[in-house]
């Protein structure tokens, strides 16, 4: 017997309309918000959370702290003057910093090295800037400068230690890249602070950086090419008065071999004058020594030695007072250069030198 074959006859789909098909029912919704879906959600918010935790949350710590952040008007002149990020205003408004005259600086900042121009200081324990107030014309762009250094040092102690891992290997490979520059910079650090220094000082101070770390201090300004300038300014007159004592310097290092070698052939020559004058007296007191021609010969010759001789001495003389003048010209450029060194020294505090 033939099996009956049911042969089922209905529309394609393309040709199904909204409401027709199979009794015409309606598709049933899905469910989005599963029980899996939600276990994942809850997931990746704690992920989320955690990372902010680690990476972040200092910022919290910061907006609590800034509150009721009132700056003078010369701290918040630094602040425009730097052009801050969200984040280096939020550190700089939390860090709060301070322009101190000298006492106070060396109080807070504990300065007592007369030797040791120190111009500004973070305190950790108390997460504070203190910036040395320098009013001198010609270095005032010294507080700025000193203010993004003391900047990052608040920044870098915010880090978590993967972020300074981090950071300290391009610094490291920085390092390899300029050894000499760095180490004479960091000379009278010890060495668990050089890492530290390296970051504070590569951002301030240098024209050309990696591109990783452009990038990581472009979290904090907004131009750090800027930031370069301000040192490079108060830097020029120390510059140019340094390569102009150097310069003086070589000159009278060269003319005082030049006097000394000259003065030790003029004292020879005045030893080996008066050893023939001396004989020639003698040979003169002795009766029969000298016949009249010899003796005026002689005598001629002696007294044209002499006079060539006293116009040598003046000669050397004028060398030696000219010597002498360019020494006192060197000697009030240094002190016009101390002057200023001194005004960036909270242990000095004394009035620059005027020009001369």
Known sequence: ME????????????????GQGTQGAKPAKKKFWTPGVVALTVV??????????????????????????????????LEE????????????AAVNPTLE?????????????AEVSVLGCYAPSEDKVYIYLITDETLKDANKSTAAHELLHAAWDRMTELEQAEVRGWLDELYESDREWFDEELSTYEDDEWTEEMYTRAATKRRELPA?????????????????????NYQEPLNELNADLDER?????????AIEEERAEYIAAVDEY?????????????????????FAWQRQQLTAEGDELDAWQEALNERIRDYNQKLAEY???????????????SNEAGEAVEEV
């Open 44 to 77: 990746c918010a704690l992920i989320v959370a955690a990372w902010f935790w680690l990476m972040e949350r200092q910022i919290p710590q910061d907006w609590v702290a800034s509150w009721g952040y009132a700056p003078t008007e010369e701290v918040a002149e």
């Open 81 to 92: 003057a730097l052009d801050l990020t969200w984040r280096g205003q939020l550190i700089w």
């Open 212 to 232: 990783e770390l452009e990038e990581h201090y472009g979290k904090y300004f907004e131009d750090r090419a800027q930031v370069v300038q301000y040192y490079e």
């Open 274 to 294: 008066n050893g023939r004058v001396e004989r020639f007296n003698i040979c003169a007191d002795t009766p029969g020594c000298f016949n009249e021609t010899t």
């Open 331 to 345: 000697n009030e450029k240094e002190a016009v250069l101390q002057g200023l060194y001194n005004r960036m020294n």
């Open 101 to 113: 005259e000298a006492e106070a600086f060396n109080e807070y900042c504990d300065s007592h090295d």
């Open 3 to 18: 099996e009956a074959k049911t042969k089922l006859a209905g529309a394609k789909e393309a040709d199904l309309k909204p």
């Open 249 to 257: 310097w070589a000159e009278l290092d060269e003319l005082d071999v």
